[in-house]
């Protein structure tokens, strides 16, 4: 098992400045979309320890969403800034209606239960936990009436706004 205790990952610019990619699925079939909602720490406690964890947060529009409800494991990775472009791209395409890994000049590989990309400089396999949407009603005042304000950040099919799945995996696996 890796020493999760021993690396520096600069976890609050991994999400948040360097972006990420959540992969779901298999080499037959996956699809990854772009993060920068997420956080890693740890969680639940298993055989004498907690669990070292990732939670990512997917819009329910979002075709990867389809995915991570349908897989029990799930990589998330993140890349060297010269990819920021590769990741715009997998951000703003859909899977649903091409090859977007093709598009963005990233080359798929297996790892364990999982797929990540060649190009990531670090890969988390992680193993679903949990995945569950947020409630509006459960949101702060003030995070309802911004999304109700302006409902394009949160759409939905139906023209109203919904908000994101909070997925949590247990990081079973690292792959740099």
């Not at 959540?22 to 909602?37: E, I, K, P, Q, R």
């Not at 997917?58 to 998330?76: D, G, I």
């Not at 670090?122 to 009436?145: G, N, P, W």
Request: hydrophobic share 35%; charged share 20%.
């Amino acid at each position: 098992m890796v020493d999760f205790k021993e690396e520096d990952y600069k976890i609050f610019q991994l999400f948040d400045k360097d972006w990420a990619l959540v992969t779901a699925g298999s080499m037959d079939s996956y699809n990854s979309c772009t993060l920068s909602w997420g956080a890693l720490g740890s969680i639940w406690n298993g055989p004498g320890q907690a669990h070292p964890a990732a939670t990512i947060y997917v819009h329910p529009a979002r075709y990867t969403s389809e995915f991570l409800k349908n897989n029990e494991f799930f990589t998330l990775s993140f890349y060297a800034p010269e990819y920021k472009k590769a990741l715009a791209y997998m951000g703003s395409h859909s899977g649903r209606n091409e090859d977007k890994a093709k598009g963005a000049g990233l080359t798929p590989i297996a790892f364990g239960n999982g797929v990540t990309y060649e190009e990531a400089k670090v890969t988390f396999l992680c193993r679903k936990l949990y995945m569950h949407q947020f409630s509006r009603e459960d949101l702060a005042k003030d995070i309802q009436d911004y999304y109700a304000a302006a409902p394009q950040t949160y759409p939905d099919f139906n023209g109203g706004w919904q908000p994101h799945y909070q997925i949590i995996g247990d990081i079973i696996d690292i792959k740099r």
